[in-house]
């Protein structure tokens, strides 16, 4: 199969506007080429200025890219993008630019903007390939993300780390909805959970995932299952991770209630903010008590808990 690289330059206030079209246009995911970035984790000294190349470092603006297999809907969906950004409260239209790529070489191309990144008070993510030396109480999760995206930096991933993080005490059981990588379902084990289920409705992303989980040494607590939602998973969980879109949100919170325990908590991310109030709304309508909202950017995540 051989995939379409669609490039779009945005103004930095335009990158979450954009990633969310691609979103709905089913992508998967997003590679955000973005030189203030790239720049601050290069001062922090997490990242080494010459991996980059000058025409990144220096280029005006950033870069929203995204790969779409090639087939009878492509064009369909490349007009719609066009309107979609035709709409945007931008100065102007953004800037498009395509190129084929074929599979094999699809698989590396996102690799270069890839670096080790630090989440929250203790967890780390880093890609396979890169060297990294974590500060003294870093866990680190080493991902490839092969073509199931999920790279662990955007701010949807992140926030529901940092919710993970708060939340896990240890020997929890956990529910991945939409796993992708796998990136929180590891995440959750690293952190303490006893056990995990990790669905996905793509086989690409299963098979990413169950990849990461064993690189990550953690098949013993995380199973990666192919499914619908919530239709794989029926044991009680004390934790319901959705980091999706809002559409799928407000169809699965009922069904949360199914197999979550009283007291559990509900992870939901992916949210672009004017969506935000619509799923508070429909968490608190399906019985759930909203604790808190992070907000990053265009995103918005909600931690919840059913008191039951």
């Not at 299952?225 to 239709?231: K, M, T, V």
């Not at 809002?246 to 939901?268: E, M, S, W, Y």
Request: hydrophobic share 45%; net charge negative; glycine share 8%.
């Amino acid at each position: 199969m051989n995939w379409l690289e669609i490039a779009v330059h945005v103004p930095h206030e335009g990158i979450d506007m954009v990633s969310n079209i691609f979103d709905e246009l089913g992508a998967g995911g997003v590679v955000i080429e973005d030189p203030a970035l790239i720049s601050k984790y290069i001062e922090a000294n997490i990242w080494d200025h010459y991996e980059f190349p000058p025409e990144v470092l220096n280029r005006p603006m950033p870069i929203v890219k995204a790969y779409l297999p090639e087939g009878p809907t492509l064009e369909d969906k490349l007009a719609l993008l066009q309107e979609r950004l035709a709409g945007l409260p931008l100065p102007s239209v953004p800037k498009v630019e395509t190129a084929r790529v074929a599979e094999e070489d699809w698989a590396t191309a996102w690799m270069a903007y890839y670096k080790p990144v630090e989440i929250g008070r203790k967890l780390a993510v880093k890609p396979s390939w890169e060297a990294y030396t974590p500060p003294a109480g870093r866990i680190v999760l080493e991902l490839d993300p092969g073509m199931a995206f999920g790279c662990g930096n955007h701010p949807t991933t992140t926030m529901c780390m940092e919710f993970l993080e708060g939340i896990i005490r240890g020997g929890e059981m956990v529910a991945d909805v939409g796993t992708g990588t796998g990136i929180l379902a590891i995440t959750a084990a690293k952190l303490g959970a006893a056990r995990v289920l990790a669905v996905d409705l793509d086989e690409v992303a299963v098979k990413v995932a169950r990849e990461n989980v064993q690189l990550n040494h953690v098949q013993d607590k995380v199973e990666v299952l192919h499914g619908n939602l919530l239709d794989q998973v029926n044991r009680p969980v004390d934790i319901v991770i959705a980091n999706i879109v809002a559409n799928v949100i407000i169809i699965l919170a009922p069904d949360v209630l199914r197999i979550l325990k009283p007291g559990g908590f509900f992870i939901t991310s992916g949210i672009i903010g004017f969506r935000a109030a619509e799923v508070k709304e429909k968490l608190q309508q399906s019985g759930f008590k909203v604790l808190e909202r992070k907000e990053d950017g265009e995103w918005v995540s909600y931690l919840s808990v059913w008191e039951g």
